[in-house]
């Protein structure tokens, strides 16, 4: 159990696109989800927090218009990163969190997603 | 929230157990001790919590002192796919704050 899925694993964009990222709880109803970005030989670093239903809360010095977040659903979030650059280029990771009181009641990381803007 | 130390790095070879020790020394009275771990190009794995004392599960164990200060993950007769990078974090669930982590290289 607690399995989480995100799609694409891999894309490749050209500078000045979209790209968007699915994170999906596959088998529990995700009350929160999170999404993280890792650069390379860094450590995870949390861009921001959304709960279903509600706007999500960006962590400092992280643009809400660049990385648009999505929690349509109990199992469902999506990021948007808006109008790539080369810079944006990373390994994006969600997770999600069960609600309380379950033995959902832990982040379960989604296998990442590695972003290439040229 | 409460930051933690560890090790940037450690060797062992296969068939050691190997100890992990990460300090908290502002580790809260409701915060959890959780450690994680992260093979490369990958999200991380939940390895085992714990809040106090001793615990086990199928994979590790945890110790915990009194003063809850400190923490130590121990893996039992490591093999070459224990490689990667050990996450020890303190906080809530909903605030996890990865640090450094410890690199882990297993040797044949």
């Known amino acids: 159990g607690a399995v989480v899925s995100q799609h694409p694993s891999w894309v490749i964009c050209k500078s000045g696109t979209s790209v968007k990222i699915e994170c999906r709880s596959l088998?529990?109803?995700?009350?929160?989800m999170f999404w993280y970005r890792q650069f390379p030989k860094q450590s995870l670093m949390l861009m921001a927090t959304?709960?279903?239903?509600?706007?999500?809360?960006?962590e400092q010095g992280v643009e809400k218009d660049k990385f648009l977040i999505n929690h349509a659903s109990l199992t469902l979030s999506t990021l948007t990163v808006t109008s790539a650059h080369p810079e944006d280029s990373s390994f994006y990771i969600c997770?999600?969190?069960?609600?309380?009181?379950?033995?959902?009641?832990?982040?379960?990381f989604g296998p990442g997603t590695r972003l290439t803007v040229l | 929230l409460a930051k933690t130390t560890q090790p940037i790095s450690m060797d062992s070879y296969e068939g050691q157990e190997v100890n992990i020790t990460c300090s908290h020394n502002n580790i809260a009275t409701n915060d959890y001790i959780t450690w994680y771990q992260q093979f490369p190009s990958q999200g991380p794995r939940f390895i085992i919590q714990g809040y106090k004392t001793k615990v086990t599960n199928e994979v590790a164990s945890l110790f915990i002192p009194a003063d809850r200060k400190s923490s130590t993950l121990s893996l039992p007769r490591v093999s070459l796919s224990d490689t990667a990078v050990y996450y020890c974090l303190v906080g809530d669930v909903d605030k996890l704050i990865f640090g450094q982590g410890t690199t882990l290289q297993v040797k044949p």
């Open positions: 088998d529990f109803q995700a009350t929160t």
């Open positions: 959304s709960n279903e239903g509600s706007k999500a809360t960006y």
């Open positions: 997770s999600a969190r069960g609600a309380a009181g379950t033995t959902y009641n832990e982040q379960f």
